[in-house]
């Protein structure tokens, strides 16, 4: 199987199921399942997806169908399409929904909260479900709806456990999803200094909910605004926004149709080199609230750290929250960080098979982690990181306080560990 995480695509998996079907619940119920936990593989954009001896469920091969209900705007997606094929498939009735910085991603990046350059206007990917099919770590089947006021505990229970702790308790196979008109954008992208970088961050924490930044940092800094295009005045906002930083020409601000055409951040250097040597990566996402006075030491810091980062692959780099999630409830969700502004993620990157490489870059990647953590102290648990040694830690920071009821949840729904450790 081909999957576009290099580090997973070069790991020699036990095998690969790829029907979701009854065999595969006689499986899971009759424990069947050897080595565990059952890997599970959407879009295949992360290392956890599959690994060395395991088996990965590829759903690629069977989760295919999307329909949309035009009389409804709500879509039915199977857990085997990208974000790209759902933009796809919407763009054809003028509707959109809250994808990423990349289309290659799949239903993880929904299951995992989903966190777009549009949150801080339109929510969360996970914040536009309405209803989740699954088949728990037991092998039996549900189907859950979005609980309204009056359901009861069972109900909101249930689905706060699978809106953003899923892939623990479960595999879902299809996701009803609440889509919205397609929205004109602007965007501006830049290389910009380190002082313009600090500039950015403290002045877009009072941007308003209809623009975002994003930035990456490697061997340059990458910065990246976007305006949700609302009215004729959207273009000379996102102009005076950045104005106040560098001067720029108001060509530089770009007018595209809707997410589908955002260009990428960073040009994918996590996964590929310009020579032809597979780079292998891990990411870490955490979060946190606004960096306000700190943000120029924190600055200061991360480019001591990014002077030294042991492969010119590891980048540090952000999403802007904030706006409408601080708005709105997330008490219905298992994306406990309620407060968040920033998603920092930090990617350590070494070439294949180099053993030290791997080790340093990870080592790397703790340090900025450690460096970040005052400011930062959530973890977005877009990636999983079962095999390392800080596991136990990223499930407790992303979690918090309801991890011990999610623990007894997994102790119903998957009793034999049959799916990632929790
Ligand atoms: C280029 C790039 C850009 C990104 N941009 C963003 C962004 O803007 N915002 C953001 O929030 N995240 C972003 N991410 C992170 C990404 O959304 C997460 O890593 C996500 O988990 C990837 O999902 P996937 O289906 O593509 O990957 P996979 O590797 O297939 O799956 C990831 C994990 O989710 C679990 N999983 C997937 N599908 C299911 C299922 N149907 N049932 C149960 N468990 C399942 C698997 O166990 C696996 O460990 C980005 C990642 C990349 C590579």
Same mark, same amino acid.
């Given at each position: ?10 790991s020699e ?6 029907r979701? @079907? ?17 890997l ?9 997806c ?5 088996w990965?469920?590829d759903?690629?091969?069977c989760?295919?169908e999307?329909? +949309?209900?035009?009389?409804e ?5 199977g857990a ?9 498939e ?7 929904f809250?994808t ?16 777009? /350059? #549009? $949150?801080?206007? *339109?929510?969360?990917?996970? @914040? ?12 039996e ?8 006021q &009056?359901? @009861?505990? +069972? ?5 706060k ?8 308790l ?6 009803? %999803?609440?889509?919205? /008109? %397609? *929205?004109p ?10 002082k ?22 490697g061997?340059?800094?990458t910065?990246? =605004?976007v ?5 004729? &005045?959207?273009?000379? &906002?996102?102009?005076?926004?950045i104005? &106040? ?14 997410l589908?055409? %955002? /260009?990428n951040?960073?040009? !994918?250097?996590?996964n ?21 006075d700190?943000? !120029? ?12 980062r ?7 780099? $952000?999403?802007?929250?904030?706006? +409408?999630?601080?708005q709105?409830?997330?008490?219905s ?16 990157s070494?070439?294949?098979?180099d053993?030290?490489?791997?080790v340093?870059?990870?080592?790397? #990647?703790k340090?900025?982690w ?10 977005? %648990? ?16 992303? +979690?918090? !306080?309801?991890?011990?009821?999610l623990q @007894?949840?997994k102790s119903?729904y998957? /009793?034999?560990?049959l799916l990632? =450790?929790?």
């Amino acid at each position: 199987m081909s999957i576009p995480n290099y580090l997973a695509d070069d790991s020699e998996i036990a095998g690969a199921i790829t029907r979701v @079907d009854e065999s595969l619940q006689r499986l899971l119920k009759e424990k069947q399942l050897e080595p565990k936990p059952l890997l599970v593989c959407s879009g295949g954009t992360s290392t956890r997806c599959a690994a060395d001896g395991h088996w990965t469920l590829d759903l690629r091969k069977c989760c295919k169908e999307i329909i +949309f209900q035009p009389n409804e705007n709500v879509v039915e997606l199977g857990a085997g399409l990208t974000m790209k094929v759902l933009l796809g498939e919407l763009l054809k009735y003028k509707r959109s929904f809250p994808t990423g910085l990349s289309g290659e991603t799949g239903m993880g990046y929904i299951l995992s909260g989903g966190i777009s /350059p #549009l $949150s801080r206007c *339109q929510g969360l990917a996970i @914040d536009q479900t309405l209803e989740i099919n699954g088949i728990w770590g037991t092998g039996e089947s549900f189907t859950f709806s979005k609980p309204n006021q &009056s359901a @009861d505990l +069972f109900e909101k229970k249930h689905w706060k456990a699978l809106c953003g702790a899923a892939p623990f308790l479960a595999i879902i196979t299809s996701l009803k %999803l609440k889509t919205l /008109p %397609l *929205q004109p954008i602007y965007f501006w992208k830049s290389k910009v200094t380190q002082k313009e970088l600090s500039k950015l961050i403290s002045d877009s924490e009072k941007w308003p909910s209809s623009a975002s930044l994003q930035w990456s940092w490697g061997s340059e800094i990458t910065a990246y =605004a976007v305006m949700v295009n609302s009215n004729n &005045s959207s273009k000379d &906002s996102l102009s005076r926004l950045i104005k &106040s930083v560098r001067a720029i020409d108001d060509e530089e601000i770009i007018p595209i149709n809707g997410l589908h055409m %955002l /260009p990428n951040l960073i040009s !994918e250097v996590s996964n590929k080199s310009k020579i032809s040597i597979r780079i292998h990566s891990e990411v870490l996402g955490i979060l946190g609230p606004e960096w306000g006075d700190y943000c !120029e030491d924190i600055i200061k810091s991360l480019s001591s750290l990014i002077k030294n980062r042991p492969h010119p692959n590891c980048t540090i780099s $952000s999403q802007q929250l904030g706006g +409408f999630n601080e708005q709105n409830s997330l008490e219905s969700f298992s994306f406990i960080d309620k407060n968040a502004m920033w998603k920092p993620w930090i990617t350590a990157s070494w070439e294949k098979n180099d053993v030290k490489g791997r080790v340093e870059s990870i080592k790397w #990647l703790k340090d900025v982690w450690e460096t970040l953590e005052a400011n930062c102290p959530g973890v977005h %648990l877009a990636q999983m990181h079962q095999h390392l040694d800080w596991h136990q830690k990223e499930i407790k920071s992303a +979690f918090g !306080e309801w991890l011990p009821e999610l623990q @007894d949840l997994k102790s119903i729904y998957d /009793p034999n560990g049959l799916l990632p =450790a929790l």
